[in-house]
C-alpha cells in the first residue's frame, strides 16, 4: 500500500498519461488505416491524395481479389433503368459465354427469294426409225434415242418433253424454236454423206452412238479373216445402192457380191445359207442378230469406222447460241457412259454397246 500510494503520490499518475494518449492515438491511425485500405480495396481513392495522385490510383489496373463464394448484392448505381442492348460476339468472347448455334437459330426468310423452277426443254424426234425412235403399241415415243434422252435429261436437272416431226421437218423445226435440240438419230455431216445436221446455224454435241460397217456370218460357220486374199471369191450380201455395197466393192474386190433390195432381204439369204458374209449396218445387225430372226448368225470381225463411208456417227443437234446445252449434254454422256447407264440402256435395244 505505502508503495501503491507512493506511486501515485510520486508522480505515477503523470507517467501514467502519456501512454494512455500513445495508445490512444494508435488505435485511432489503426483505425483509419483499416478503414483506407477497405475503401482502396473497392476502388475509391485515399482521402489524404491530392486530385492528381487520386486519378493516377483510378486509372491504375487492379489485381483481381478473391473469389466471392456467395452472391453478390447488386449496385444500384450500375443497375441500368432500360435493359440494355444485346451483347456483341466480342464482348461474349470477352466474358467467355457460350456463343448461339446459327444451326438452333430459326432462319430468316430473304425477301422476294423463291425456288428457280427447272428449266423446260422440248426435244425433238422423229418417230419412225425402230429400234431408235419409235411408237410403242400405247402411242408413246418409245426406242433408244428417247431413253438416252430422258437420262441425260435427268443427269442435268431439266425437264424435257417430246414431240414427234416428220425426218424433213426435224431441223427446220428446230430453227422455228419448236424445241430446242434434236435426238433423232442424225448423222454428224462427213465428206460425201448428206445430213440435213450440216444447215447453218446449227451445232453438235459429241457423238452419242457410232455407226461403222461390220461383217455377220452363220453361227457354225468357220470364221473367215477380214482381208481381201481370204475373202477373195467368196459371197458376200449387201443391200443394193447403200454405202456397204459401195465399201465392199473398195476394200474387198475380188469377193463376189451378192446384191439384195433390201437388208432384210440380205439377212434372209445368210440365215438361208445363201451367202458366205453378210456385210450392214453394225448396229441394225446387232438388233437382227438378237432377235428370234437372227438367232442363226452372229457378228465376226472387226467394226469398220472409215468416215467418209460410215460417218462419224450420230449426234444431238443444237441451234447455235446454245452452246452451254450443247455442253452439259456432253458432260451428261460421259457420265453415262462411265456409270454403266449407257449400257444398261443400249443392251435393251442390241446384244452390244453401240457407242
Same mark, same amino acid.
Given at each position: 500500500?505505502?508503495?501503491?500510494?507512493?506511486?501515485?503520490?510520486?508522480?505515477?499518475?503523470?507517467?501514467?498519461?502519456?501512454?494512455?494518449?500513445?495508445?490512444?492515438?494508435?488505435?485511432?491511425?489503426?483505425?483509419?488505416?483499416?478503414?483506407?485500405?477497405?475503401?482502396?480495396?473497392?476502388?475509391?481513392?485515399?482521402?489524404?491524395?491530392?486530385?492528381?495522385?487520386?486519378?493516377?490510383?483510378?486509372?491504375?489496373?487492379?489485381?483481381?481479389?478473391?473469389?466471392?463464394?456467395?452472391?453478390?448484392? /447488386? $449496385? *444500384? %448505381?450500375?443497375? &441500368? =433503368? !432500360? @435493359?440494355? #442492348?444485346?451483347?456483341?460476339? +466480342?464482348?461474349?468472347?470477352?466474358?467467355?459465354?457460350?456463343? /448461339? $448455334? *446459327? %444451326?438452333?437459330? &430459326? =432462319? !430468316? @426468310?430473304? #425477301?422476294?427469294?423463291?425456288? +428457280?423452277?427447272?428449266?423446260?426443254?422440248?426435244?425433238?424426234?422423229?418417230?419412225?426409225?425402230?429400234?431408235?425412235?419409235?411408237?410403242?403399241?400405247?402411242?408413246?415415243?418409245?426406242?433408244?434415242?428417247?431413253?438416252?434422252?430422258?437420262?441425260?435429261?435427268?443427269?442435268?436437272?431439266?425437264?424435257?418433253?417430246?414431240?414427234?416431226?416428220?425426218?424433213?421437218?426435224?431441223?427446220?423445226?428446230?430453227?422455228?424454236?419448236?424445241?430446242?435440240?434434236?435426238?433423232?438419230?442424225?448423222?454428224?455431216?462427213?465428206?460425201?454423206?448428206?445430213?440435213?445436221?450440216?444447215?447453218?446455224?446449227?451445232?453438235?454435241?459429241?457423238?452419242?452412238?457410232?455407226?461403222?460397217?461390220?461383217?455377220?456370218?452363220?453361227?457354225?460357220?468357220?470364221?473367215?479373216?477380214?482381208?481381201?486374199?481370204?475373202?477373195?471369191?467368196?459371197?458376200?450380201?449387201?443391200?443394193?445402192?447403200?454405202?456397204?455395197?459401195?465399201?465392199?466393192?473398195?476394200?474387198?474386190?475380188?469377193?463376189?457380191?451378192?446384191?439384195?433390195?433390201?437388208?432384210?432381204?440380205?439377212?434372209?439369204?445368210?440365215?438361208?445359207?445363201?451367202?458366205?458374209?453378210?456385210?450392214?449396218?453394225?448396229?441394225?445387225?446387232?438388233?437382227?442378230?438378237?432377235?428370234?430372226?437372227?438367232?442363226?448368225?452372229?457378228?465376226?470381225?472387226?467394226?469398220?469406222?472409215?468416215?467418209?463411208?460410215?460417218?462419224?456417227?450420230?449426234?444431238?443437234?443444237?441451234?447455235?447460241?446454245?452452246?452451254?446445252?450443247?455442253?452439259?449434254?456432253?458432260?451428261?454422256?460421259?457420265?453415262?457412259?462411265?456409270?454403266?447407264?449407257?449400257?444398261?440402256?443400249?443392251?435393251?435395244?442390241?446384244?452390244?454397246?453401240?457407242?
Amino acid at each position: 500500500m505505502k508503495r501503491l500510494s507512493a506511486w501515485y503520490g510520486t508522480g505515477g499518475i503523470k507517467r501514467a498519461g502519456p501512454m494512455r494518449f500513445l495508445l490512444y492515438v494508435n488505435m485511432v491511425a489503426i483505425v483509419l488505416l483499416a478503414g483506407a485500405l477497405a475503401r482502396l480495396y473497392e476502388g475509391e481513392p485515399l482521402p489524404w491524395l491530392e486530385q492528381g495522385e487520386r486519378g493516377a490510383i483510378a486509372e491504375a489496373p487492379v489485381e483481381p481479389g478473391p473469389a466471392v463464394t456467395g452472391p453478390a448484392e /447488386p $449496385n *444500384p %448505381a450500375e443497375t &441500368p =433503368a !432500360e @435493359p440494355s #442492348a444485346p451483347l456483341t460476339i +466480342e464482348q461474349m468472347m470477352a466474358l467467355q459465354l457460350p456463343l /448461339p $448455334n *446459327p %444451326a438452333r437459330m &430459326p =432462319a !430468316e @426468310p430473304e #425477301a422476294g427469294a423463291e425456288p +428457280e423452277p427447272p428449266r423446260e426443254i422440248v426435244i425433238l424426234t422423229e418417230g419412225a426409225y425402230p429400234p431408235f425412235n419409235y411408237r410403242d403399241g400405247s402411242g408413246a415415243l418409245s426406242g433408244f434415242d428417247v431413253e438416252l434422252a430422258r437420262a441425260l435429261c435427268e443427269n442435268i436437272e431439266v425437264h424435257c418433253t417430246f414431240a414427234a416431226k416428220p425426218w424433213d421437218r426435224l431441223v427446220p423445226a428446230l430453227a422455228a424454236g419448236e424445241g430446242d435440240a434434236v435426238i433423232a438419230s442424225m448423222l454428224i455431216p462427213a465428206a460425201g454423206r448428206e445430213s440435213p445436221a450440216s444447215s447453218p446455224g446449227l451445232i453438235l454435241s459429241d457423238r452419242y452412238y457410232s455407226t461403222p460397217g461390220h461383217f455377220a456370218a452363220r453361227r457354225n460357220a468357220v470364221p473367215l479373216a477380214a482381208t481381201p486374199s481370204a475373202l477373195a471369191g467368196r459371197s458376200i450380201a449387201v443391200q443394193a445402192g447403200s454405202i456397204h455395197q459401195a465399201y465392199v466393192s473398195m476394200r474387198f474386190p475380188d469377193a463376189k457380191l451378192e446384191i439384195f433390195p433390201s437388208l432384210e432381204a440380205a439377212q434372209q439369204a445368210l440365215a438361208e445359207g445363201k451367202a458366205h458374209l453378210l456385210f450392214g449396218d453394225r448396229n441394225m445387225l446387232l438388233r437382227w442378230s438378237a432377235s428370234p430372226d437372227g438367232a442363226c448368225c452372229r457378228l465376226v470381225g472387226p467394226a469398220y469406222g472409215d468416215a467418209a463411208y460410215f460417218g462419224k456417227g450420230a449426234a444431238i443437234v443444237l441451234r447455235k447460241g446454245d452452246e452451254k446445252l450443247r455442253d452439259d449434254f456432253n458432260v451428261a454422256l460421259a457420265a453415262l457412259i462411265a456409270d454403266g447407264t449407257y449400257a444398261r440402256i443400249s443392251s435393251g435395244y442390241f446384244s452390244g454397246s453401240i457407242y
